[in-house]
T-cell receptor
Framework: GAVVSQHPSRVICKSGTSVKIECRSL??????MFWYRQFPKQSLMLMAT?????????EQGVEKDKFLINHASLTLSTLTVTSAHPEDSSFYIC?????????????FGSGTRLTVV | AQTVTQSQPEMSVQEAETVTLSCTYD???????LFWYKQPPSRQMILVIR??????QNATENRFSVNFQKAAKSFSLKISDSQLGDTAMYFC????????????FGTGTRLTIIP
């Protein structure tokens, strides 16, 4: 089945530093990837839509200069949290859409727990 | 804009019993897709079941089935013969169509299966 590999699964960084999260589609080409943020015991909040070869589309209220998204190839999208602060601590999940016949929907990465100290 | 509402923040049921999770949504679209996702403690999102709005027949996947009422904009999930491994957060989600593929999630229902 279609797999999205997300790394790292867990990262702790110091306030003011930047952290990069990678999502790779392993056995399919993902022209579009989505980045979500999830606070404890809450639902997933869409941050941005990442399209291969073009600029990401950010949801209202998401700082594009803080959350840099790059989708340079059909199999890799990255989210960089720049100048991280404790309030950026959260669980970040990527996903990609699948198309074709009966196999449609979303496949999700395993998530990254970011802790900023 | 689409909205998805899950009115049951938490539910619990005895093992082997049947449980139904509720979901309602609001949209002006005629064709769309609905999903139930499970998020166990590992936090990996797992697709449970999906339904195309143009299909009248309710989707089923083994012990999981939905009751899709398009006119009422309701999409409930029934879990039969519940198992301990069903313990998880369950999210109902709406997708408008391919080409505008953003998923809109409900707030989730925390389901606990009691041994």
């Amino acid at each position: 089945g279609a797999v999205v590999s997300q790394h790292p699964s867990r990262v702790i960084c110091k306030s003011g530093t930047s952290v990069k999260i990678e999502c790779r589609s392993l056995d399919f080409q993902a022209t579009t990837m989505f980045w979500y943020r999830q606070f404890p015991k809450q639902s997933l909040m869409l941050m941005a839509t990442s399209n291969e070869g073009s600029k990401a589309t950010y949801e209202q209220g998401v700082e594009k200069d803080k959350f840099l998204i790059n989708h340079a190839s059909l199999t890799l999208s990255t989210l960089t949290v720049t100048s991280a602060h404790p309030e950026d601590s959260s669980f970040y999940i990527c996903s990609a859409t699948l198309r074709g016949g009966s196999n449609y929907g979303y496949t999700f990465g395993s998530g990254t727990r970011l802790t900023v100290v | 804009a689409q909205t998805v509402t899950q009115s049951q923040p938490e539910m619990s049921v005895q093992e082997a019993e049947t449980v139904t999770l509720s979901c309602t949504y609001d949209t002006s679209e005629n064709n769309y897709y609905l999903f139930w996702y499970k998020q166990p403690p590992s936090r990996q999102m797992i697709l449970v079941i999906r339904q195309e709005a143009y299909k009248q027949q309710n989707a089923t996947e083994n012990r999981f089935s939905v009751n899709f009422q398009k006119a009422a904009k309701s999409f409930s999930l029934k879990i039969s013969d519940s198992q301990l491994g069903d313990t998880a957060m369950y999210f109902c989600a709406f997708m408008k169509n391919f080409g505008n593929e953003k998923l809109t999630f409900g707030t989730g229902t925390r389901l606990t299966i009691i041994p």
